[in-house]
């Protein structure tokens, strides 16, 4: 079986937050970071005790006590797979955001911007970059990365074959350059995060 897959590695500079101007119908929904399982989540109770175990977070954005979205963070020096055979460790001072979804039935009402901001809010000031990685297709997503501040670092594709990846590649600056050694600068590069804030 063939799979091509294609996504883009994104980030923002950790800065301090303004207040959120989305209008939400109800009472404004709260960041809380989960620590212990509870039935409602999205995902077994062995899945959340798997990822926290291995140095991710849960945060959700919680709405009259149920969560209306939610996203997992890996801390600095958390390697972590983005696609296929494809990983990242987390470099210092930042984290990466992954795995989120909002719940389809309140979605287009600006959660996941909140929960977004949420996050990014709630590392300042011990971490200096946010990162997160999106599927080339996923244009809502997309869409609210770019309107939460987070800007393309480059694009990476990568085939899988019954299993087997032959390839990977990554575009940065019009350039075509194998995959994985991206993933390992950016995670090792600590000027990254300097840049990052100052662009």
Sequence with gaps: MLEVKAGVMLSQPVLPGE????????????LHHAIEYRSDMAFSEV??????????RLYELLSGGKWVSYGWVAEAGTRIGVLHNLQLTVPVRAFYIWDCATDPAVRGQ???RTLLKGI?????????LALVAVDSGNHASRKALANA????????HSVRVFGFVPFSFAIKAG????????FDELGHDKAVAGRSVHS
């Design 120 to 128: 990014v809010d709630a590392h300042y000031p011990d971490s200096t």
């Design 149 to 156: 501040g987070f800007k393309p670092v480059f694009t990476y």
């Design 110 to 112: 600006g959660h996941f």
């Design 47 to 56: 899945e959340f005790v798997r990822r926290t175990l291995q140095g991710n």
């Design 175 to 182: 350039k075509i350059i194998a995959a994985q050694p991206q």
């Design 19 to 30: 207040s959120d101007t989305i209008n939400h119908a109800l009472a404004p929904p709260t």
